[in-house]
Nanobody
Framework: QVQLVESGGGLVQAGGSLRLACAAS????????MGWFRQAPGKEREVVAT????????FYTDSVKGRFTISRDNAKNTVYLQMNSLIPEDTAVYYC????????????????WGQGTQVTVSS
């Protein structure tokens, strides 16, 4: 049974930092491209960042470039999202997802999803 479990969310003041982690079980994570997505109330789910199977290729949506960093540790079956200089617009539920094929910013290509972790940034 495949499980993706996110952790590290919480409440932080604007300008602060959080580090999200996504622990995968039931799959060999090094075979999967991974992505972080987020969904704010009343909005569609959007890509935040993606990373290829070996970590050599990353993608960031424009609004987080220079502030967020995606990384992975395949030995630990874990993907991370370091979020710095957080702003209130980053408030959302953050999800990680696994895609057996290529890393893509399109959420419907991802086969497995975590349950999400709430990130709230206060002004």
């Amino acid at each position: 049974q495949v499980q993706l479990v996110e952790s590290g969310g919480g409440l932080v003041q604007a300008g602060g930092s959080l580090r999200l982690a996504c622990a995968a079980s039931g799959l060999t994570s090094k075979k999967y491209a991974m992505g972080w997505f987020r969904q704010a109330p009343g909005k569609e789910r959007e890509v935040v960042a993606t990373i290829s199977q070996r970590g050599g290729t990353t993608f960031y949506t424009d609004s987080v470039k220079g502030r967020f960093t995606i990384s992975r540790d395949n030995a630990k079956n874990t993907v991370y999202l370091q979020m710095n200089s957080l702003i209130p617009e980053d408030t959302a539920v953050y999800y990680c997802a696994a895609d057996l094929d290529i890393a893509t910013p399109l959420p419907h290509f991802y086969e497995y999803w975590g349950q999400g972790t709430q990130v709230t940034v206060s002004s």
